[in-house]
């Protein structure tokens, strides 16, 4: 159970076959209860993001679609079809070497 100190803005629940929508329901009132501004869902087998705003107000997003971070990460972007793509293969470190900030805050590509 999540408290006020320790809520994230953003949670980002993986949905398994055993999850069950109660106890799905049950964890997003927590969140939200606990200050979390923001909840994904994710239906790795169906390539199905639900976001909330709200613990029973969501919009469902396809593989077609795009994530944001809306107010808690602005900027980010995310095609839902390249995030399962990237996830089925895993990440490389290489690929975590690319994407750390330089100092000036800009982000740097890897030169190997």
């Known amino acids: 159970m999540c408290n006020s ?7 980002v629940e993986i949905l ?3 999850n069950t929508r109660k106890e799905m329901k049950r964890k997003r009132h927590e969140y939200f209860a606990a200050g979390t501004q923001l909840v994904w869902e994710v239906e790795p087998l169906d390539q199905v993001v639900r976001v909330y705003l709200a613990p029973e107000e ?27 793509a990237r996830a089925s293969k895993g990440s490389s470190s290489k690929d975590v070497r690319a994407a ?10 890897s030169k190997e």
């Open 16 to 18: 398994s076959p055993t």
């Open 58 to 84: 969501h919009v469902e997003l396809t593989a077609e679609g795009t994530l944001d971070g809306g107010k808690v990460l602005p900027g980010l972007k995310i095609k839902i079809r390249d995030w399962f």
């Open 100 to 109: 750390q900030p330089k100092k000036n805050g800009r982000s740097k590509k």
């Open 5 to 11: 100190r320790q809520s994230p803005d953003l949670a």
